[in-house]
């Protein structure tokens, strides 16, 4: 599974930015997708994990409420849509893939995307 991220960009407190996140591969449905952030000098965070088959989904208290995740399956893409952005929302943004199982962990991941800058100004 190859990961494509894009929609990053410099947004001001308060807005908006819309991620996506596009695979290849033919058995899309069957991975768990999950959202992580990397800020300058501090490790890797989850955001967000939209579980294979997309019954669930698991947001990080910390986006709860602003982040909205969603897939889909007949396009091979899941999007991030963020509002309310925040100046810590700033980080590199990582669509990772696994199979049939689902995890916050990062280790638990086997694909990765190349990351996504968002930077949100105050």
């Known amino acids: 599974v190859q990961l494509v991220e894009s929609g990053g960009g410099l947004v001001q407190a308060g807005g908006s930015l819309r991620l996506s996140c596009a695979a290849s591969?033919?058995?899309?449905?069957?991975?768990?997708i999950g959202w992580f952030r990397q800020a300058p000098g501090k490790e890797r965070e989850f955001v967000v994990a939209?579980?294979?088959?997309?019954?669930?989904?698991y947001y990080a208290d910390s986006v709860k409420g602003r982040f909205t995740a969603s897939r889909d399956d007949a396009m091979n893409k899941v999007y991030l849509q963020m509002s309310s952005l925040k100046p810590e929302d700033t980080a590199v943004y990582y669509c990772?893939?696994?199979?049939?199982?689902?995890?916050?962990?990062?280790?638990?991941?086997?694909?990765w995307g190349q990351g996504t800058q968002v930077t949100v100004s105050s």
């Open positions: 990772a893939a696994v199979q049939y199982r689902f995890g916050t962990r990062t280790e638990l991941y086997d694909y």
């Open positions: 591969g033919r058995t899309f449905s069957s991975y768990t």
């Open positions: 939209i579980v294979w088959g997309g019954a669930n989904t």
